[in-house]
């Protein structure tokens, strides 16, 4: 069992980048899937959910409007969009899924917002 995140990187105020998560090793679109962030110094939150099936999505107040949460049950991704960076975003992202019997976590990848 695996997620795999990607997509992270250096970029300015107002600006967007793309992540992405790929999972392996467990049934992907049986299973939501979640996207946290942690700051330095702050404790992990959540930033954006979906379901298996990608009917249903949330999302923090601090990124709605601007991050879209979306999968691809045919690759066994997920992704969010961020757009209209701040650099209160910056944060390294871990993609999470929940399997009952396990909690998984992706590696994380460090998204940084400076000019």
């Known amino acids: 069992v695996q997620l795999v995140e990607s997509g992270g990187g250096l970029v300015q105020p107002g600006g967007s980048l793309r992540l992405s998560c790929g999972a392996s090793g467990f049934s992907f679109s049986w299973y939501d899937m979640r996207w946290y962030r942690q700051a330095p110094g702050k404790e992990r939150e959540l930033v954006a959910g979906?379901?298996?099936?990608?009917?249903?999505?949330n999302y923090a107040d601090s990124v709605k409007g601007r991050f879209t949460i979306s999968r691809d049950n045919a690759k066994n991704t997920v992704y969010l969009q961020m757009n209209s960076l701040k650099s209160e975003d910056t944060a390294v992202y871990y993609c999470n899924t929940d399997l009952s019997y396990k909690m998984v976590w992706g590696q994380g990848t460090l998204v940084t917002v400076a000019s």
């Open positions: 979906i379901t298996g099936r990608g009917d249903s999505t």
